[in-house]
C-alpha cells in the first residue's frame, strides 16, 4: 500500500536520525473502515455526500459544503494556487467532471481531523506524565526552623515537623479542592488565604521563629481549580516538593503542569508576610517548640511534657532530667534523684527495670537505657519483680 510506504520511508529517513526530538505518530490505523475505498464500503449509498459520518474522505462523489475555489485576493498562498491551476486549464488539461470535488478527493473530513487531533494529544498527554516539567528549589532565607511547630488544639497541643506543618495545608489544598481555608485547628487568625475566580487556593501560616530568629511563615498555592482526577497529582507533586527540596528547611519549591495535569503548585518557608497577601498579626502566630532540653538541664514543667512520664519531646536530651540521659554515649539514669517506683523519678536497675517481659518494657526510655547500661533484657533481671 502506497501510504504504509511513505510512512516507513518518513519513519527510516526523517525520524530514526532524529528519534531524541522527533517522534512519528501512526494515525493510520484509526482510519481502518472508514476509507471510501475499503470494501467495507462498496454497499454505501452513491453520493451519500459529506454528510456519511462512515466515510472520513472525501471522494468524487463527495458533495462539498464549497463547490468552487474562493480566491482570497489578500493570501499568497491561494495566489500562487490559482496560478498552477490555471496553467493546467490552459494547458488543456481537465479537472474532471467535478473539478473542484476532484481538487479535494483523498483529503480527510471533519471526523478525520478530529480522531487524529486526539491521537496527538493522547500522545502529548502521554509525555507530559512521563516526563513532567522540572522542579524548581531554592533557599529564601527565612532563617533557622526550629524542629517542633505547636498546633493548638482544644484538648492538646499537637507537635510537628515543618514538613508536618506543610503536609496539613497539602491535606486542604488537595484533599478538599473545593474550600479555600485554613485547616482545622490552626486558628484563622494566624493565616491568610488568597483565591480568585479561576479555581486558586494560596494558604499561609505565621510561626515565630525559634530562640530569636525571625518569625517565618509556611505556604502553599494550587492555581487553578482541579478536577478529581487530578487530586492524586496534587497529592504526589506536592509530596515530592516537601521531600526532595524543603526538608524542613527554609526554602521553596514550585513546578508548573501541563495536560493532562495543568496545575502550578509551589509551597515552602519564606518570611513572615514577605508574599502577598492580608498581613498575619505577630501576636496570633503558631508557637516553635525548643525543648530546653538542648542545654543539658532539662525541666519538664517547662517543656510542654506530656504522658504519665513527664516526657521532654525534643531536643540532643530526651525525657525528665535530660542531663542524665542521652542518646549518645554513656547513659546515666533519667531517674536520678528520686524513687524508682515514682513516675519520672528514681534510679533505673537492671535487676529491676530491664526484665524481658516485665512492666513497660516497649517504653522508648527503657529500650535506650537498657541496653546501653544491661545489655538489653533478660530473664535474669526479673528476680525482684
Keep these: 500500500m502506497l501510504v ?26 484509526h482510519f481502518h473502515g472508514h476509507r471510501f475505498c475499503e470494501q467495507a464500503m462498496d454497499n454505501r449509498v452513491p453520493g451519500s455526500g459529506k454528510d456519511n459520518n462512515d466515510v472520513w474522505f472525501s471522494s468524487l462523489e463527495t458533495e462539498l459544503e464549497e463547490s468552487e475555489f474562493v480566491f482570497d485576493p489578500d ?98 489544598v488537595c484533599g478538599n479542592p473545593a474550600k479555600c481555608e485554613i485547616p482545622s485547628p490552626i486558628p484563622k487568625q494566624a493565616g491568610a488565604i488568597v483565591t480568585d475566580n479561576g479555581g ?45 527540596c524543603v526538608k524542613n528547611g527554609p526554602r521553596e519549591s514550585w513546578q508548573n503542569g501541563v495536560d493532562p495535569f495543568p496545575a502550578f503548585y ?48 525534643d531536643g540532643k536530651y530526651k525525657g525528665c532530667g535530660c542531663e542524665s540521659n542521652t542518646v549518645h554515649g554513656s547513659i546515666p539514669p533519667i531517674w536520678e534523684n528520686g524513687e524508682k517506683d515514682q513516675p519520672g523519678t528514681g534510679t533505673p536497675q537492671c535487676s529491676h527495670d530491664c526484665c524481658d517481659g516485665g512492666q513497660n518494657q516497649g517504653e522508648w526510655y527503657k529500650q535506650l537505657w537498657c541496653p546501653a547500661n544491661c545489655g538489653g533484657f533478660s530473664p535474669v533481671y526479673c528476680a525482684s519483680q
Design 4 to 29: 504504509d510506504l511513505v510512512n516507513s520511508k518518513i519513519k527510516s529517513e526523517i525520524v530514526e536520525p532524529k528519534k531524541e526530538h522527533v517522534e512519528f505518530i501512526d494515525i493510520d490505523d
Design 75 to 172: 493570501s499568497s498562498e491561494d495566489q500562487a494556487w490559482a496560478e498552477w491551476r490555471q496553467g493546467l486549464v490552459d494547458n488543456g488539461e481537465q479537472f474532471g467532471p467535478t473539478g473542484f470535488g476532484q481538487d479535494a478527493s483523498f483529503h480527510p473530513k471533519t471526523a478525520a481531523h478530529k480522531i487524529t487531533a486526539e491521537k496527538i494529544r493522547d500522545l502529548i498527554n502521554a509525555r507530559a506524565i512521563k516526563h513532567p516539567p522540572p522542579k524548581t528549589c531554592q533557599d529564601t532565607g527565612a532563617g533557622e526552623l526550629p524542629s517542633l511547630i505547636k498546633i493548638p488544639d482544644l484538648v492538646s497541643t499537637d507537635l510537628r515537623e515543618p514538613n508536618g506543618l506543610l503536609a496539613k495545608l497539602r491535606e486542604q
Design 200 to 244: 486558586r487556593c494560596e494558604i499561609s501560616i505565621g510561626v515565630k521563629g525559634k530562640g530569636g530568629q525571625p518569625s517565618f511563615e509556611a505556604y502553599i498555592v494550587r492555581d487553578r481549580t482541579i478536577s478529581d482526577r487530578e487530586q492524586k497529582d496534587c497529592w504526589d507533586r506536592t509530596w515530592d516538593m516537601m521531600g526532595d
Design 266 to 313: 509551589q509551597l515552602g518557608f519564606v518570611k513572615l508576610n514577605s508574599r502577598t497577601h492580608d498581613t498575619i498579626p505577630e501576636d496570633h502566630l503558631l508557637e516553635s517548640f525548643t525543648s530546653i532540653c538542648d542545654g543539658g538541664h532539662g525541666d519538664c514543667s517547662k517543656n510542654d511534657c506530656g504522658g504519665n512520664w513527664g516526657i521532654c519531646s
